[in-house]
Nanobody, 125 residues
Framework: QVQLVESGGGSVQAGGSLRLSCAPS????????VGWFRQAPGKEREGVAA????????YYADSVKGRFTVSRDNAKNTVYLQMNSLKPEDTAVYYC??????????????????WGQGTQVTVSS
């Protein structure tokens, strides 16, 4: 069983940056496919970015391409989401999730097995 913990959320002004971290409090994420998702109030959860277990391949939602970067340090058992040029519409609770198997659709949350509790990101204009 894997328990994921996100950290690094906070409040920033538009144009600012934050780096989120996702590390397991139990189990390991280093051998798993990991995705980042977000959910804003009144909106459905959406996939933001994802990374393969070896870190070779990454995936991004169109809305964050060029601004967000997902990476991982398997020696530290941690996955990161670097968020630059933040916009007010990026305001949401951000979750990391891990999948035991390579998901056929990286942004489909139902294909992930383990989830963190989320961290709030608030971007003010």
């Amino acid at each position: 069983q894997v328990q994921l913990v996100e950290s690094g959320g906070g409040s920033v002004q538009a144009g600012g940056s934050l780096r989120l971290s996702c590390a397991p409090s139990r189990g390991t994420a280093s051998s798993r496919f990991v995705g980042w998702f977000r959910q804003a109030p009144g909106k459905e959860r959406e996939g933001v970015a994802a990374i393969t277990s070896g870190g070779i391949y990454t995936y991004y939602a169109d809305s964050v391409k060029g601004r967000f970067t997902v990476s991982r340090d398997n020696a530290k058992n941690t996955v990161y989401l670097q968020m630059n040029s933040l916009k007010p519409e990026d305001t949401a609770v951000y979750y990391c999730a891990a999948a035991d198997k390579y998901p056929s659709i990286w942004y489909e949350g139902g294909l992930y097995n383990y989830w963190g509790q989320g961290t709030q990101v608030t971007v003010s204009s």
